[in-house]
């Protein structure tokens, strides 16, 4: 399968630790996108990483790339408890047309 | 808000109902989406239309019967369900089906109970 496969499956953080998610997957892709997704609501895109960039930032995330390893992370800084949700790693192949979701890692912020 | 409305936000039904979920897009895309979500599984994609026209269709069952009368609604109509067909069912849409570096605006989605 080429779809990304995140790890942890769920963390748990006080408020203001930084929280790490990690994201693998098995083919050669154009992209690779994170988006968060609240308790019984849809998903929000958060960041696209080309193939070619190794780190992207946006507000307090920070995203890197190593298509050598097929892996990605995301870090998310001094965290809050609205960022309580589940984070998805998705990845656009360079072979197929779609994007296709991994399981998600669920972060828990407590306050 | 997203910009992707999707009705009803909850639904329950029996196995012999036939029931509809809508979907409507004010973005201006051309592509739309349906994703079915089940508990601890991650996103399947069931359908993919592009200006309209069924561009993917990933072995679904004809239970499941999608619609797409122009680019801004996108309909599943539901008939015979069975329990294991319970999920939150997703829409999403994109400016473009098949494109690299497009990105996804999802719904809030309608979670579905079949008894």
């Known amino acids: 399968s080429q779809q990304g496969e995140e790890d942890p499956q769920a963390l748990s953080i006080q408020e203001g630790e930084n929280a790490t998610m990690n994201c693998s997957y098995k083919?050669?892709?154009?992209?690779l996108q994170w988006y968060r997704q609240n308790s019984g609501r849809g998903l929000v895109h958060l960041i696209l990483i080309r193939s070619n960039e190794r780190e992207k930032h946006s507000g307090r995330l920070r995203v890197t790339l190593d298509t050598s390893k097929k892996s990605s992370s995301l870090l998310i800084t001094a965290s809050r408890a609205a960022d309580t949700a589940s984070y998805f790693c998705?990845?656009?192949?360079?072979?197929?047309?779609?994007?296709?979701f991994g399981a998600g890692t669920i972060l828990r912020v407590k306050s | 808000e997203t910009g992707v409305t999707q009705t009803p936000r909850h639904l329950v039904m029996g196995m012999t109902n036939k029931k509809s979920l809508k979907c409507e897009q004010h973005?201006?895309?051309?592509?739309m989406y349906w994703y079915k979500q089940s508990a601890k599984k991650p996103l399947e994609l069931m359908f993919v239309y592009s200006l309209e026209e069924r561009v993917e269709n990933n072995s679904v069952p004809s239970r499941f019967s999608p619609e797409c009368p122009n680019s801004s609604h996108l309909f599943l109509h539901l008939h015979t369900l069975q329990p294991e067909d319970s999920a939150l069912y997703l829409c999403?849409?994109?400016?473009?089906?098949?494109?690299?570096?497009?990105?996804?605006?999802f719904g809030s989605g309608t979670q579905l109970s079949v008894l």
């Open positions: 999403a849409s994109s400016r473009l089906s098949g494109a690299t570096n497009e990105k996804l605006f």
């Open positions: 973005l201006g895309h051309n592509a």
């Open positions: 083919t050669s892709i154009n992209n």
């Open positions: 998705a990845v656009f192949s360079e072979y197929g047309n779609k994007l296709v």
